[in-house]
């Protein structure tokens, strides 16, 4: 049974930092690409980062420069390096296997400005 877990997530004041992580359960966690989603209130879920089975990387404009995906395909889990936090990074952050529907229980990121 494929499972995601997120954890890492809190309250941080604007210009601080974060690191997320995510343990997958129920697949081969180096074949597939990988992604970090976020979700704000009132607004759709959003790609803001992927990492591919390769190791290449993507991320939305708002966080390039910021943040930093990365895997340790070892251990199953996958990373979101978040630094210089803005209050708009606020959101419920998932992980997410790109070939799978499932999404985890996410985890809550809280900026305050």
């Known amino acids: 049974q494929v499972q995601l877990v997120e954890s890492g997530g809190g309250l941080v004041q604007a210009g601080g930092s974060l690191r997320l992580s995510c343990v997958v359960f129920?697949?081969?966690?180096?074949?597939?690409?990988m992604a970090w989603y976020r979700q704000a209130p009132g607004k759709q879920r959003e790609l803001v980062a992927g990492i591919t089975s390769a190791g290449s990387t993507n991320y939305m404009d708002s966080v390039k420069g910021r943040f930093t995906i990365s895997r340790d395909n070892a251990k199953g889990l996958l990373y979101l390096q978040m630094n210089t936090l803005k209050s708009e990074d606020t959101a419920v952050y998932y992980c997410?296997?790109?070939?799978?529907?499932?999404w985890g229980q996410g985890t809550q990121v809280t900026v305050s400005s």
């Open positions: 997410k296997i790109q070939s799978y529907s499932n």
């Open positions: 129920g697949i081969i966690f180096r074949l597939y690409n």
